[in-house]
């Protein structure tokens, strides 16, 4: 069959661009981990050989390092001085850790994840899962850097809020579940933000809960704030007035059990909070760069971890709010409405 030539072109083009980001990827982190990045922001603009005094790297790998980043869009480049420097915006992006904007750990997921590409690909075969503890140890720290400026900027101001008494509970003492927290970013801002509350840092990765349990410690909110080895359906305790789980709920593999268990450790008038990937409900309206990413990462890392558990009901990163609501639904919940959206995240109040 005839090639329709300037289709043909588009994929071409297409292709080098994500050619590009791929190669771009491993640079965006190096920028990051040497302070490229930072010192552009601070000091720039910057000639390359400043940029390698300034940062004691060599010359001739930041000139090449450079002149990528400005080939992307990510850094400016003045040709008449010959210098380098970063918008306010790009900063936000690539310098500032507490930006929402910040997208330096996304990279870092996606490349810690592609670590067992061969064993994923083996997986496809097999069907078998590929647990969360199998990947790479940068990967629990990746999603801890990208996760936390969203929830610094969004959890305490804006989500809490926006569920019905959630705030006026933890200000006056509550009894909160944070249920799948990995490293505990959330566990500690929001131990921080309401010191009359106590905590439970629950996760089925022992890992995990070692650096969560250091986290809260580095922060001094240890005394309010516990952990424990669970899975969403086997953790203690009872009569909790707040259970959050963030980026957590889908890739788990009985969410339905889970739910159910949710929903007998709460209180009668209790809230779940669940945070989530944004997503649409059907599949064509996830077709663009945020479902792109999502469906990626929900193909390296959450099916294959919730196929590594019970694999009940697999959910993907994209489930939309349809398939989170009829999954906690089953599991007993009868009040589900979404409470709050960003562009990466939707929140749900979920109550019994
Ligand atoms: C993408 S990470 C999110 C971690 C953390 N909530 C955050 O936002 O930074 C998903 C977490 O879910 C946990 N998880 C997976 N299956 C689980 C289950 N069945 N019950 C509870 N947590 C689970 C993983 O161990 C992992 O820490």
Redo the contacts with the bound molecule.
Sequence with gaps: MALDEERLNQHVQTAITDFGATAHAPLVIIGDKLGLYETLADAGPLTSSGLAEETDTAERYVREWVRSQAAGGYVTYDPETDRYSLTPEQAALLADENSPAFMVGNFRVALSAAKIESQLAEAFRTGAGVG?HEHDADL?HA??YS??AQ?AAHLVDNWIPALDGVDTTLETGGRVA??????G??TVLMAEAYPDSTFVG????EP?IAAAQERAEEAGVADRVSFEV????SYDGASYDFVA????FH????PVG?AAHVHDTLTSDGTWMI?ELFANDSVEDNLNPMGRAAYSISTL??TP??LD?EAERVLGAQAGEAGIREAVTDGGFTRFRRAAETPLNLVFEVKP
């Design positions: 969360w629990f999603i801890e996760w936390r929830y944070d249920v799948g927290c990995g490293h970013a959330s629950i996760d089925p990765h995990s669970a899975t969403a359906k789980t963030f980026d957590a890739d788990m593999g009985d889970a945070v890392i959450c971890g919730a558990q």
